[in-house]
């Protein structure tokens, strides 16, 4: 409802979709929305506008799975100061997924309570 305030119509266009990114406080500029637009809705039109609450949401699931997860400091150890590299995101990212993925209904998402 607060998007129907804030863009005059819910056209599907990059534009209005980073804007929906940010209303939610994910990471998702215009070139990652265009993408997950042409990855939700591969050969359809939507730029004259999506009303369906489901077809938000899949856009949503697609930005949420591409959201990058990391902790603070981002040291191996707090004490030795030794960089983070790469791997070692792509293993944490792995391993919290995996714990998500575990606690998460067939639709990807997790009830509130948990």
Not at 65 to 80: C, G, M, N
Request: aromatic share 12%; glycine share 4%.
């Amino acid at each position: 409802e607060k998007l129907r305030e804030t863009l005059i119509e819910l056209q599907c266009t990059p534009t209005n979709v980073a804007l929906f990114y940010q209303e939610l406080f994910l990471w998702g500029d215009e070139r990652a929305a265009k993408r997950h637009i042409e990855l939700a809705f591969p050969g359809r039109n939507v730029t004259w506008g999506i009303d369906e609450p489901y077809d938000w949401y899949l856009l949503y699931q697609i930005c949420l799975y591409e959201q990058p997860v990391w902790t603070k400091p981002l040291t191996k150890v707090a004490i030795s100061k030794q960089p983070v590299t790469a791997k070692d995101v792509r293993n944490h990212e792995s391993n919290l997924r995996k714990v998500y993925n575990k606690f998460s209904g067939s639709n990807g998402a997790m009830d509130a309570e948990d």
